[in-house]
C-alpha cells in the first residue's frame, strides 16, 4: 500500500538545493580567499586589465570551491561528530555523496582550465597544486599524522601568490613572500583552534597536535611560527611593495601576536578553573588575536597605498 502523500518527507524546494550546493563551497572561507588573492594583483608592480582581473577571481573562487566541497564528500562521515559541522548538507542528510561529488569535480574541472585560458598558465598551474594538495593529501592526512597542519597550510596560502602571479605571470620574490606570510600565519591560527576544539578533533579521528602531544607542545609551536611570520612580514618594505607605515604596523600587529602566543596558560590559574578550561581560553585567545593579525596587515598596506 502506498504511504500517505501528508506521511512523506517533504521534497527540499530547488532555492533550498543550490543553498546547500553552495554551502558545500563554504561560502565565507571563500570570500576571504579572494580578498586575499585580490591584495595579490593590486601589489604586484604591473596591473593586469580588468578581464583578466575578473577570471582570476572568478578561477580562484571556483577552485577553491571545488576543494572546499570534495573535503566535504570526504569528510562527511567524519563531519557527524563535530559540533561545527554535523549541520553541514551532507552529514545532515540534505545532498547526497553522489550530487556533492560531481559537483566538487565539475568545479574543478572549469576552474583550472579557465585560469590557464583566460589568465595564465603559471596561475592555473598554482591552482592544480592547490586543489590536487588540499583534497589528495592534506584530507586524508589529518586522520593519519599532525604533518596534515604544515600540508594544509600550503594550498591555504597560494592564494595571494595566485593573485601575483596572475598580475605578473612569474614567480618572484615579492609573491613568495606573501605566500609566506599567509602559510606562517596559518599554523598558530589553526594550533589555537585544535587548542579549544581539542575534544572534537579527537571524536572525529583527526590528529592535532594538541591531543597528540599536549597544550604545552602547542603553545610553544605557536610561538616559534608567530616568531617567524614578524621577520618574513617585515621582507614586504625592502623589496619594494609596501612602505614605512605597513613596516611600522607589521611589527606592531607581529609583536603583539606573539604575545598573546607567549602568555601562560598559568595566567588563568588564580580563576580556580580545571586545565582544559585554560588551554581553551588560551586557544580563543590566540585564534582572535589571529583573526585582528592579519587584517592589520591589509590596513597597514593600504595606508601605505593612500599617503
Not at 107 to 122: D, E, M
Not at 126 to 142: D, E, G, M, Q, W
Not at 267 to 291: C, I, P, Q
Request: hydrophobic fraction near 55%.
Amino acid at each position: 500500500m502506498r504511504e500517505p502523500a501528508h506521511n512523506l518527507p517533504a521534497r527540499p524546494s530547488f532555492a533550498a538545493w543550490v543553498a546547500d550546493l553552495v554551502a558545500l563551497t563554504k561560502p565565507r572561507i571563500n570570500v576571504m580567499v579572494l580578498v586575499t588573492a585580490l591584495g595579490g594583483i593590486f601589489l604586484a608592480p604591473t596591473r593586469p586589465s580588468a578581464t583578466v582581473i575578473f577570471f582570476a577571481l572568478l578561477g580562484t573562487a571556483l577552485v577553491v570551491g571545488s576543494a572546499n566541497t570534495l573535503n566535504c564528500w570526504l569528510e562527511r562521515d567524519v563531519d557527524k561528530y563535530m559540533t561545527r559541522t554535523k549541520n553541514r548538507p551532507l552529514p545532515a542528510g540534505r545532498l547526497s555523496a553522489n550530487t556533492a561529488l560531481v559537483w566538487g569535480l565539475l568545479l574543478g574541472a572549469i576552474s583550472v582550465p579557465l585560469l590557464a585560458l583566460s589568465v595564465n598558465a603559471l596561475t592555473a598551474v598554482l591552482a592544480a597544486i592547490a586543489l590536487v594538495s588540499y583534497v589528495a593529501v592534506y584530507t586524508p592526512l589529518k586522520q593519519v599524522s599532525t604533518t596534515a597542519l604544515l600540508v594544509g597550510a600550503v594550498p591555504g596560502a597560494m592564494p595571494p601568490l595566485m593573485g601575483w602571479t596572475a598580475a605578473t605571470n612569474e614567480l618572484s620574490a615579492a609573491g613568495l613572500v606573501l605566500f609566506g606570510i599567509l602559510f606562517l600565519w596559518q599554523l598558530p591560527h589553526f594550533l589555537a583552534i585544535a587548542m579549544f576544539r581539542e575534544a572534537e578533533y579527537t571524536r572525529a579521528g583527526i590528529k592535532v597536535v594538541p591531543a597528540i602531544r599536549g597544550p604545552e607542545a602547542t603553545r610553544w609551536q605557536a610561538i616559534a611560527w608567530a616568531l617567524a611570520l614578524v621577520p618574513v612580514s617585515l621582507l614586504l618594505p625592502p623589496l619594494g611593495i609596501a612602505g614605512a607605515i605597513y613596516g611600522a604596523t607589521a611589527l606592531l600587529a607581529g609583536g603583539a601576536f606573539v604575545w598573546f602566543c607567549v602568555k601562560s596558560f598559568r595566567a588563568y590559574a588564580a580563576e580556580n578553573v580545571s586545565d582544559a578550561t585554560m588551554h581553551a581560553r588560551w586557544g580563543r585567545k590566540v585564534f582572535v588575536a589571529s583573526l585582528v593579525y592579519l587584517p592589520a596587515l591589509f590596513v597597514g598596506l593600504a595606508l601605505d597605498a593612500l599617503v
